[in-house]
């Protein structure tokens, strides 16, 4: 069993920024390809962006590429989302998710997932 704990989200003006944590227990983080998604109110839940396992390879949505940054402190069971320029477009719930995998996994292919946090752009 994995548990997921995400944290960092908030209430921010256009333009801004924030970072989401999302924290690992259960087995060695290590061995865990990660993921973000998001879903808005009334909205089916999205891929944001995934990483590998050991963060050498990386995806994003194109609505947040150039703009977001996945990364991984496997030393600290820890994934982030660096969320810069943000837009009223991003607010959301956003999800962390986990899967045993080598691969970067951009499909909601994931066993485990986080209960969420809120993300908030007024405009």
């Known amino acids: 069993q994995v548990q997921l704990v995400e944290s960092g989200g908030g209430l921010v003006q256009a333009g801004g920024s924030l970072r989401l944590s999302c924290a690992a227990s259960?087995?060695?983080?290590?061995?865990?390809?990660m993921g973000w998604f998001r879903q808005a109110p009334g909205k089916e839940r999205e891929f944001v962006a995934a990483?590998?396992?050991?963060?050498?390879?990386?995806d994003y949505a194109p609505s947040v590429k150039g703009r977001f940054t996945i990364s991984r402190d496997n030393a600290k069971n820890t994934m982030y989302l660096q969320m810069n320029s943000l837009k009223p477009e991003d607010t959301a719930v956003y999800y962390c998710?986990?899967?045993?995998?080598?691969?970067?996994?951009?499909?909601?292919?994931?066993?485990?997932w986080g209960q969420g946090t809120q993300v908030t752009v007024s405009s």
């Open positions: 990483i590998k396992r050991s963060g050498g390879g990386t």
């Open positions: 998710a986990a899967v045993q995998s080598w691969m970067l996994v951009t499909t909601f292919a994931y066993d485990y």
């Open positions: 259960g087995r060695s983080f290590s061995t865990l390809a």
